[in-house]
């Protein structure tokens, strides 16, 4: 009989080891050491047995032939750097629920002239074809396979020869070469290596739906998002009905663009405009506590709505309530305002909130937070056809963001009349002559000239 093999390995970053450890030496991480069944695998990892690899003159490698797959869909192509590349391998991650499955599913319909084989390992392919009737798939060439045996999934693939293979998800899939569990970081490891080795033999590009851990991350080893070619998270809040694809790693295209999608009954639309929906259109209405940000997400502008209440406090201890930024930003934003606008921070209870469920770290949103509040407090409403953006100092001064001539381009096109930036702000270019560009150097200042107060 032969001795069953064990290891403990580390669930953050895949480190092994003999014996158990509470701290991992490779990531720092604490009590991530799980026990698992190893049993080496007859041929490398990648399969590399056969001696024959050449090296080659750079200049004599033919890269006519490497191609990209043309998606039907503008954001995700752009995503991808301008379409998806042969034989690279995908990984989309997200929470659950979120839409990893019908933005893969709807990738397969979509594209009637490209041969997909979509394997789920978690629904069955009548609950899959429930899915397509939702997104209204038409003459699609989508295969369905309904399997987990790693194993049988290659041999599928092989004999199929489709354009595209979609794999949903990862933790599900387990391969005979390996006796843990189907989800283990042994096995999650090899099955990727090998749907990479599949990738790269056939030239097929695969997509790999990941879950995420508690903390956001794509579960499993690291290694798993070294392997890939590109990572996409797929995020938004679940209430609502925007989602964001953004690509955290990409090996042909750049990391700063995102996509923004909306959940529908018919499967994700693309919003080519997101800043028009994410400003509520009431130009001939006016409300206190409401201030447009112009912030920019990777490359791209992103005007948003930023909304304050600001009330007595009922209780001693004044409430602080935050959506969409961090509560801390919110503070220190509060702390500046009680230095600089006397604004008296112990007897407000102040709640803001971004609205269409959006979350932003751009800090060029600041100056708007902070015109929201104090308009909330003054009750008196800031003109719908203003927008702000610069970013606000400890000592309140405005100081300026990146990308100022973008910013105030996107706000002339969409026919912001005002746009408030920091007197610091070095403008490439003259601005448009439709929108008046008024610098500020501090909160003071804004305050007098927004609300007429010293
Ligand atoms: N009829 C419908 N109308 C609108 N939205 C729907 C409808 N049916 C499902 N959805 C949306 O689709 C989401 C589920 O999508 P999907 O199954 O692709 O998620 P997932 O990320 O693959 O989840 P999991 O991690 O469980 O596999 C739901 O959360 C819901 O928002
Ligand atoms: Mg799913």
Known sequence: MTKVKKAFFCKNCGYESAKWLGCCPSCGE????VEEIVSKPATSALGINNYNSKAQLINDIDVSHESRLNLNSVEINRILGGGLVCGSMVLVGGEPGIGKSTLSLQIALKCPDIKT??????????????????????????????????????????ELKPDILVIDSIQTLYTERIDSSAGSISQIRDCAMQLLKFAK??????????????????AGPKVLEHIVDVVLQFEGDNSHAYRILRATKNRFGSTAEIGIFEMQNNGLREIENPSEILISQHNDLSFSGVAIAATMDGVRPLFIETQSLVSTAAYGVPQRSTTGIDVRRLNMLLAVLEKRAGFRLATKDVFFNITGGLRISDTAADMAIVSSILSSNFDVSIPTNSCFCAEVGLTGELRPVPHIN???????????????????SKLED????????????KIEELMKILFGKN
């Open 430 to 441: 003259k601005p448009p002559a439709n929108i008046e560009v008024i610098s500020v150097a």
């Open 201 to 218: 033999e056939t030239n097929t590009p695969v997509f790999v739906i990941g879950h995420i851990t508690k903390d956001g991350t794509i």
């Open 30 to 33: 604490w009590n991530t050491f």
């Open 117 to 158: 084989l979509y394997v789920s390992g978690e629904e069955s392919a009548q609950q899959i074809k429930i899915r397509a009737a939702r997104l209204g798939s038409n003459d699609a060439q989508c295969y369905i396979l309904s399997e987990t045996l790693l194993e049988t999934i290659v041999i599928q693939a092989k």
């Open 406 to 424: 973008q910013r105030i381009g996107e706000a002339a096109r969409l026919n912001f009349k005002k746009i408030f930036i920091s007197r610091y």
